[in-house]
Protein backbone atom coordinates (compact mmCIF):
# COMPACT_ATOMS: atom_id res chain seq x y z
CA UNK A 1 0.00 0.00 0.00
CA UNK A 2 2.76 2.32 1.18
CA UNK A 3 4.79 1.72 -2.34
CA UNK A 4 1.62 2.18 -4.31
CA UNK A 5 1.35 6.28 -2.47
CA UNK A 6 5.28 6.89 -3.57
CA UNK A 7 5.02 5.25 -6.99
CA UNK A 8 1.50 7.79 -7.31
CA UNK A 9 3.31 10.64 -5.65
CA UNK A 10 6.75 10.52 -8.09
CA UNK A 11 4.31 10.43 -10.83
CA UNK A 12 2.30 13.65 -10.41
CA UNK A 13 3.48 16.88 -9.31
CA UNK A 14 3.67 16.70 -5.68
CA UNK A 15 3.47 19.84 -3.16
CA UNK A 16 2.97 20.64 0.56
CA UNK A 17 1.45 23.80 1.98
CA UNK A 18 3.04 25.10 5.03
CA UNK A 19 3.05 28.38 6.95
CA UNK A 20 5.92 29.84 8.47
CA UNK A 21 5.91 28.83 12.22
CA UNK A 22 5.99 32.64 13.67
CA UNK A 23 2.31 32.97 11.60
CA UNK A 24 1.19 29.60 13.40
CA UNK A 25 2.02 31.02 16.67
CA UNK A 26 0.31 34.32 16.15
CA UNK A 27 -2.82 32.95 14.97
CA UNK A 28 -2.91 29.99 17.46
CA UNK A 29 -2.50 32.80 20.64
CA UNK A 30 -5.57 34.99 19.06
CA UNK A 31 -7.30 31.57 18.23
CA UNK A 32 -6.82 30.40 21.75
CA UNK A 33 -6.26 33.26 23.78
CA UNK A 34 -7.63 36.22 22.78
CA UNK A 35 -10.73 34.82 21.06
CA UNK A 36 -11.02 32.52 23.11
CA UNK A 37 -12.80 30.22 20.35
CA UNK A 38 -11.57 26.48 21.39
CA UNK A 39 -13.55 25.68 23.92
CA UNK A 40 -11.97 22.74 24.28
CA UNK A 41 -8.79 24.30 25.21
CA UNK A 42 -10.49 26.50 27.69
CA UNK A 43 -12.40 23.96 29.34
CA UNK A 44 -9.19 21.32 29.93
CA UNK A 45 -7.84 24.23 31.85
CA UNK A 46 -4.66 25.70 29.59
CA UNK A 47 -5.94 29.26 29.60
CA UNK A 48 -5.91 28.99 33.61
CA UNK A 49 -2.33 26.60 33.43
CA UNK A 50 -0.93 29.59 31.37
CA UNK A 51 -2.04 32.00 33.89
CA UNK A 52 -1.32 30.25 36.99
CA UNK A 53 2.66 29.29 35.37
CA UNK A 54 3.42 32.59 33.64
CA UNK A 55 1.16 35.34 35.63
CA UNK A 56 -0.81 36.13 32.80
CA UNK A 57 -2.39 35.89 29.49
CA UNK A 58 0.24 37.62 27.07
CA UNK A 59 1.65 36.26 24.46
CA UNK A 60 5.59 36.13 26.04
CA UNK A 61 3.40 33.53 28.40
CA UNK A 62 1.59 31.53 25.98
CA UNK A 63 4.59 31.23 24.29
CA UNK A 64 6.55 29.98 27.41
CA UNK A 65 3.90 27.50 27.93
CA UNK A 66 4.24 26.12 24.40
CA UNK A 67 8.13 25.72 25.30
CA UNK A 68 7.16 24.51 28.80
CA UNK A 69 4.85 21.81 26.95
CA UNK A 70 8.19 20.91 24.77
CA UNK A 71 10.12 20.72 27.60
CA UNK A 72 8.16 18.12 29.62
CA UNK A 73 7.08 16.39 26.21
CA UNK A 74 3.40 17.55 26.12
CA UNK A 75 3.21 19.22 23.10
CA UNK A 76 -0.41 20.55 21.79
CA UNK A 77 -0.55 19.67 17.78
CA UNK A 78 -1.84 22.76 16.92
CA UNK A 79 1.77 23.84 17.40
CA UNK A 80 3.82 20.80 16.92
CA UNK A 81 6.33 20.90 14.61
CA UNK A 82 5.03 19.54 10.94
CA UNK A 83 8.11 17.38 10.76
CA UNK A 84 6.77 15.57 14.24
CA UNK A 85 3.43 14.81 12.91
CA UNK A 86 2.74 11.77 11.33
CA UNK A 87 4.40 11.08 8.21
CA UNK A 88 4.22 14.49 6.70
CA UNK A 89 7.87 15.52 6.22
CA UNK A 90 8.56 11.35 4.48
CA UNK A 91 6.10 11.42 1.69
CA UNK A 92 8.03 12.51 -1.53
CA UNK A 93 7.27 16.52 -2.44
CA UNK A 94 8.34 18.28 -5.47
CA UNK A 95 7.54 21.98 -4.02
CA UNK A 96 6.65 23.36 -0.84
CA UNK A 97 4.23 26.66 -1.16
CA UNK A 98 3.44 28.88 1.90
CA UNK A 99 0.06 30.03 3.18
CA UNK A 100 1.47 33.41 3.40
CA UNK A 101 2.25 33.58 -0.31
CA UNK A 102 -0.01 30.77 -1.39
CA UNK A 103 -1.91 32.55 -4.84
CA UNK A 104 1.67 33.59 -5.51
CA UNK A 105 3.26 30.08 -5.29
CA UNK A 106 0.51 28.41 -7.05
CA UNK A 107 0.66 30.94 -9.74
CA UNK A 108 4.17 29.78 -10.31
CA UNK A 109 3.45 26.33 -9.73
CA UNK A 110 1.26 26.17 -12.86
CA UNK A 111 3.92 28.10 -14.70
CA UNK A 112 6.83 25.38 -13.68
CA UNK A 113 4.39 22.56 -15.22
CA UNK A 114 3.25 24.12 -18.29
CA UNK A 115 7.09 24.65 -19.07
CA UNK A 116 8.06 20.56 -17.91
CA UNK A 117 4.72 19.55 -19.78
CA UNK A 118 5.88 21.15 -22.80
Same mark, same amino acid.
Given at each position: ? +?????? *????Y???KT???P?? #? *????Y?N %??? /??? /? +??? +??K?? *??? +??? #? &??S *?? &????? %?N?????????????????? #?????? #???????L??E??? /?D????Q????????
Amino acid at each position: M +IEAVYT *LLKKYTSFKTVRHPYS #R *LISAYKN %KIL /DQK /D +IGF +IKKGH *LNS +IER #R &FGS *LS &FVSFV %KNILFEFYIGEVNPHWKPYY #RQCQYC #RLPTKYLLKLETFT /DDLIGLQEVNLQTNL
